[in-house]
């Protein structure tokens, strides 16, 4: 498959803090984690500078980091919504079909798979862990069997489904590593005492 990619975002100096509804961002490679993606994980650009519309984040949009820690190399996410004020970063790259094909939330399926994962990274440069890289042109010609578009739609709609079943079990179980934290301290500190019969 032949598909479109472009890392021209942007690499600024920007203010400590994340933006707001009316200010210009530029999203942090820590915003696209697997399963997981989280706009608000952005840094706002300063006042004096212009936001860039061409590189905002737009609907159907497929996300790859491009440079890091080699386990942070490569995380795909899709982008469900447009953010006409969240802008990318140099470190992420943008890439869609250039056939209407194939569904971006099918694609960002696809290269997050086992095998599209192992192919990526036995082309990823720099293996040092510290800084590793991948490239467009490594991403440019994925090799896949394109499903019709009604299959594609159906499958991204059963691990949409398990996805949010697995997000809703680690919150589940973070609530209860919580609780169960707060009831040890209770005992511990005597604010709760243990009656022995």
């Not at 490679?29 to 936001?51: I, M, R, S």
């Not at 991204?156 to 997000?167: D, F, H, P």
Request: aromatic share 4%; with cysteine; hydrophobic share 35%.
């Amino acid at each position: 498959v032949c598909l479109s990619c472009s890392s021209s975002g942007w690499s600024r100096d920007c203010l400590p803090c994340n933006a707001k509804h009316t200010r210009w961002g530029i999203l942090k490679t820590n915003a696209v984690k697997w399963g997981a993606f989280n706009v608000k994980e952005n840094t706002a650009l300063p006042p004096n500078l212009e936001g860039r519309p061409q590189i905002s984040l737009t609907r159907g949009d497929v996300l790859v980091t491009r440079a890091g820690p080699i386990d942070r190399v490569g995380v795909i996410e899709f982008c469900n919504e447009n953010h006409p004020k969240i802008m990318l970063s140099d470190k992420i790259i943008r890439i869609c079909s250039k056939t209407d094909e194939l569904m971006g939330e099918f694609l960002s399926i696809w290269l997050s798979s086992h095998m599209a994962q192992r192919n990526m990274r036995a082309k990823i440069s720099g293996r040092a862990e510290a800084q590793s890289n991948i490239s467009q042109d490594i991403l440019k010609y994925v090799a896949t069997t394109i499903p019709n578009v009604s299959e594609q739609k159906q499958s991204a709609k059963v691990l949409r489904a398990i996805a949010e079943g697995i997000r809703g079990a680690n919150l589940k179980l973070s609530q209860t590593q919580s609780l169960k934290k707060s009831l040890m301290q209770d005992l511990l500190t005597g604010k709760v005492r243990v009656t022995v019969n």
